[in-house]
């Protein structure tokens, strides 16, 4: 199963060198449905909603092996085109609370997050952001927290998603990367689905099997395969 998974991930790197695709920013402008690499978005979303008719995939955790694969550009570009193409009501949550930064690719600030609704310091409604594009909402990480893994394994983070899903049609998380800490191994059996990003001739193959082996492989529900050196990006699966 592993030995298939990774084999199939080098494949894609040479599909990747054949099709030279050189999209010129990394994040999507709310509106632009021409460029190659809002297309390739628009690709994973119709995909990811197959899936959820047969799955019920409505929270997805978007994570990495280790940081600086692209997670976070991936977790913003896929939201922002499933708000867009959909219309339906998606919220964007700052899961990584050891490094978050969903909120500066929106340009906003939040002295409150997931973490004071999780503790519950704040009622839902204050922490809540604006997104600027249309049914797309933002929920930040929150005030700094000692033990997010903690935090993670807490009822109150269940109870909290489950609120939020009834809010939201989609909800997709900004998850902190599997290599080193446990986080995401606790929250893989809190989302109803896992989005690995796994970066072009970066991510070794060693790295990749071992955190597939700390996950419940089940919820794996795709691959995006992301090169940001050579800014190219596409998706597969």
Known sequence: MIKGFIEKIMEMKDNLRRDNLLP???????????????????????????????????????????KGEGKSITSVNLAI???????????????????PSIHAFFNCKSEYGLVDLLTNKIDIESILVPSGVNNLTI???GGPVESPSDIIANPRFKEGIERLKKRFDYIIMDSPPIIP???????????DGILLVVKAETTPKERVVDALKSL???????????????RLTKIYY
């Open 139 to 141: 929920l930040p990480a």
């Open 81 to 99: 085109v499933m708000a867009e193409d959909t219309k339906k009501k998606v919220l964007l949550i700052d899961g990584d609370m050891r490094k």
């Open 216 to 230: 419940n492989k089940e919820n794996i529900i795709g691959v995006v395969l992301n090169d940001s050196k050579k």
């Open 181 to 191: 800490f446990a986080d995401m191994n606790i929250l893989g059996d809190i989302v």
């Open 24 to 66: 010129h920013e990394k994040t999507i402008r709310s509106g632009n449905i021409q460029t190659v690499i809002t297309e390739q978005y628009r690709l994973l979303r119709s995909r990811l909603s197959s899936l959820n008719g047969s799955h019920g995939n409505k929270v997805i955790a978007v994570t990495s092996t280790q």
